[in-house]
């Protein structure tokens, strides 16, 4: 599935959401109607690759998302509501510090996701309640992972607002290609990009052999 194509299936299934969205009360009711729909349906994941309630020493995970049995990202899952972004700018997409205070009530789950994904060598994280998304590095060198922003898409209609940054995070296509981290390489670390303006130290003008002082040549 293609990415063009794939927006056309999620614009279906955002509407149907919405229409039916006071009949979404439990955690379940969300995995069901919302998640697994996005993952399979839009995100091209097979059912295969989906591993549901894998125990783990601090508790049970919601979903490990595999590629060929290697886990990619892992996916912890709350009722819808249950997920806080403090911001008022909802219609798009944000890039917003983990331990900063627009998800400082989303804390609780964001420790849980990383918790089971870390220990299981998976350095992405996502968080969601099926309209609200929290897509996370659990391993950043040389610092602590909350010190980063995240990509935070408020509601569904950020994900259709910038359903690209979406796809290429989360789907099965671009998992293969690892664009994922293309896209928090150039979240992280911006000012190492060529498309920021390149300044050269020394004028091409002032590039030039120097005569030789007396004192060089005595």
């Not at 599935?1 to 009949?23: H, L, P, R």
């Not at 998302?65 to 798009?92: H, Q």
């Amino acid at each position: 599935m293609s990415s063009d194509s794939a927006f056309d299936v999620f614009k279906k299934i955002s509407a149907e959401i919405q229409e039916n969205i006071g009949n979404i009360q439990t955690e379940e009711d969300a995995k069901i109607q919302i998640i697994l729909r996005l993952l399979i349906d839009v995100l091209g994941w097979r059912h295969s690759d989906l591993s549901a309630e894998r125990k783990h020493a601090n508790g049970f995970s919601d979903f490990i998302i595999t590629d060929n049995a290697a886990p990619v990202f892992l996916l912890e899952t709350k009722r819808l509501g249950t997920i806080t972004i403090d911001t008022a700018e909802t219609s798009r997409l944000r890039h917003l510090k983990l331990s900063g205070p627009l998800l400082a009530k989303s804390q609780d789950g964001i420790d849980q996701a990383a918790s089971y994904a870390a220990p299981n060598g998976m350095t992405v994280a996502a968080l969601t309640d099926g309209t609200k998304w929290i897509i996370f590095k659990t391993f950043t060198p040389r610092s602590n992972f909350k010190s980063k922003d995240a990509f935070v898409f408020p509601s569904l209609d950020a994900l259709a607002n910038d359903f690209a940054t979406f796809y290429e995070l989360l789907s099965k296509e671009c998992a293969n290609k690892k664009l994922y981290n293309a896209r928090f390489d150039e979240l992280h670390n911006s000012r190492s990009f060529l498309s920021h303006a390149l300044k050269a130290p020394v004028p091409e003008e002032e590039i030039k052999i120097l005569r030789k002082s007396d004192l060089a040549f005595d």
